[in-house]
């Protein structure tokens, strides 16, 4: 894979995550302003047919990915996930936002094939660096998203992000159209030098590997939906574009931590980072700006440092050639953790308030800490003796 194509793949990621991001933080307002919609649970209940509607569309494009090349398919996912967004833009019923915004979904869901794609055409020697340089995009974008979604609802009419989202989704198309195949050699250069592929991630590894991740989404995507909310309601700067950058906050400690090369590599514990998490989330529970403000940034360092080790167990126990079944099978737990976060939170929120969201979030990272305590060695020395041994 050439640094021109590599570039381009990667500008693809940031893309397809700013326009995710623009309205994560805001979905509350965005709904009382366009549909006056102000029931807590009903923004949960819509987060979760969003998780539910990538989670279910993933694995399919994962499939029609090995008889069609990705970014051919690609070309025409994004493109049908462009027009429907601009029929978001005009939607003016609730209804019919559901309807056009979770069919738009299930074709922007396929960018996820980019991820599993950049990692098969790259050395396993370079895949810490790469999944580190990956989760950063992933938080930096959020950043980016975090602050235009902001400057949209302050500053213009809350539909009009998904006039943005539609820009994104053709610029990808775009890239897709113009960027070169590459041959089919390239791949090659995934295999472990001197010896062979490792062949498919058995099921029984997916399954451990995958209840690690369902509970420690859950507990991350507990706290998003309403973030902006609870800054308000806390901080006397709450404008839209505040609530924004600080619900970013994590995606400036990721950046940091790489540019720092901290937690790009699997020599960096993943209980302590979690357990670092759950006290970054405690301390935004205690209401208080200063504090919400440093348990914002230990919980972006902490989930940095998690993400990127979980994700260096898959693929350096995967084939190049199995990347996207294997990443599909894997994502879809975390969808169903952030779906069932997403519709949890609507519920906490209305029935405790918005702090409690932080408090259960914690008490889920807590039990993350603990069933990877149970499934997986912490000392082992390599990812295969890691996922086998309970």
């Not at 509350?28 to 539910?52: K, M």
């Not at 709450?238 to 970013?248: H, K, N, P, Q, T």
């Given at each position: 894979m050439t640094a021109c194509s590599k570039f381009f793949l990667v500008a693809m990621i940031g893309v397809s995550v700013i326009s995710d991001s623009m309205l994560m933080p805001f979905y509350p307002q965005f709904f009382e302003s366009a549909f006056s919609v102000t029931d807590p649970q009903q923004t949960g209940l819509y987060l979760s047919a969003v998780c539910l509607a990538v989670m279910v569309s993933f694995p399919v494009w994962a499939a029609v990915s090995r008889q069609i090349p990705v970014l051919r398919l690609l070309i025409y996912t994004q493109c049908a996930a462009g027009l429907l967004s601009l029929l978001c833009y005009r939607a003016d019923s609730l209804a019919?936002?559901?309807?056009?915004?979770?069919?738009?979904?299930?074709?922007?869901?396929?960018?996820?094939?980019?991820?599993?794609?950049?990692?098969?055409?790259?050395?396993?020697?370079?895949?810490?660096?790469?999944?580190?340089?990956?989760?950063?995009?992933?938080?930096?974008?959020?950043?980016?998203?975090?602050?235009?979604?902001?400057?949209?609802?302050?500053?213009?009419?809350?539909?009009?992000?998904?006039?943005?989202?539609?820009?994104?989704?053709?610029?990808q198309m775009l890239i897709c159209v113009f960027l070169p195949s590459p041959t089919a050699s390239e791949p090659e250069t995934s295999k472990t030098p001197g010896g062979p592929e490792p062949a498919e991630v058995p099921s029984g590894i997916i399954l451990r590997?995958?209840?690690?991740?369902?509970?420690?989404?859950?507990?991350?995507?507990?706290?998003?939906?309403?973030?902006?909310?609870?800054?308000?309601?806390?901080?006397?700067?709450?404008?839209?574009?505040?609530?924004?950058?600080?619900?970013?906050?994590?995606?400036?400690?990721?950046?940091?931590?790489?540019?720092?090369?901290?937690?790009?590599?699997?020599?960096?514990?993943?209980?302590?980072?979690?357990?670092?998490?759950?006290?970054?989330?405690?301390?935004?529970?205690?209401?208080?700006?200063?504090?919400?403000?440093?348990?914002?940034?230990?919980?972006?360092w902490a989930l940095f440092k998690a993400t990127v080790r979980l994700d260096w167990l898959l693929f350096e126990s995967a084939s190049s050639h199995s990347y996207a079944a294997d990443f599909s099978k894997i994502y879809f737990f975390q969808s169903l953790g952030a779906?069932?976060?997403?519709?949890?939170?609507?519920?906490?929120?209305?029935?405790?308030?918005?702090?409690?969201?932080?408090?259960?979030?914690?008490?889920?990272?807590?039990?993350?800490?603990?069933?990877?305590?149970?499934?997986?060695?912490?000392?082992?020395?390599?990812?295969?003796?890691?996922l086998e041994t309970p």
């Amino acid at each position: 894979m050439t640094a021109c194509s590599k570039f381009f793949l990667v500008a693809m990621i940031g893309v397809s995550v700013i326009s995710d991001s623009m309205l994560m933080p805001f979905y509350p307002q965005f709904f009382e302003s366009a549909f006056s919609v102000t029931d807590p649970q009903q923004t949960g209940l819509y987060l979760s047919a969003v998780c539910l509607a990538v989670m279910v569309s993933f694995p399919v494009w994962a499939a029609v990915s090995r008889q069609i090349p990705v970014l051919r398919l690609l070309i025409y996912t994004q493109c049908a996930a462009g027009l429907l967004s601009l029929l978001c833009y005009r939607a003016d019923s609730l209804a019919y936002f559901w309807l056009v915004s979770l069919t738009m979904l299930l074709f922007k869901g396929s960018y996820l094939l980019i991820y599993p794609y950049i990692m098969s055409l790259e050395p396993k020697d370079k895949h810490g660096r790469t999944i580190g340089m990956l989760a950063v995009l992933v938080h930096l974008g959020g950043i980016l998203g975090a602050a235009a979604g902001g400057i949209v609802l302050e500053g213009f009419e809350p539909r009009q992000a998904f006039l943005l989202m539609a820009a994104g989704d053709f610029v990808q198309m775009l890239i897709c159209v113009f960027l070169p195949s590459p041959t089919a050699s390239e791949p090659e250069t995934s295999k472990t030098p001197g010896g062979p592929e490792p062949a498919e991630v058995p099921s029984g590894i997916i399954l451990r590997l995958g209840l690690i991740m369902l509970l420690f989404y859950f507990s991350v995507f507990l706290t998003r939906p309403f973030f902006a909310s609870y800054w308000k309601s806390i901080s006397s700067w709450d404008g839209e574009i505040v609530s924004g950058l600080v619900f970013a906050i994590p995606g400036a400690m990721a950046l940091l931590a790489l540019c720092l090369k901290r937690g790009t590599t699997a020599k960096n514990g993943i209980i302590p980072a979690i357990l670092a998490g759950t006290t970054g989330l405690l301390l935004q529970a205690s209401g208080q700006g200063a504090l919400v403000l440093s348990g914002r940034c230990l919980f972006g360092w902490a989930l940095f440092k998690a993400t990127v080790r979980l994700d260096w167990l898959l693929f350096e126990s995967a084939s190049s050639h199995s990347y996207a079944a294997d990443f599909s099978k894997i994502y879809f737990f975390q969808s169903l953790g952030a779906l069932v976060a997403s519709y949890a939170a609507g519920s906490i929120v209305a029935e405790y308030g918005l702090r409690a969201t932080f408090l259960a979030g914690a008490i889920g990272l807590a039990g993350t800490a603990c069933l990877y305590a149970l499934l997986f060695k912490a000392g082992a020395k390599s990812p295969a003796t890691v996922l086998e041994t309970p």
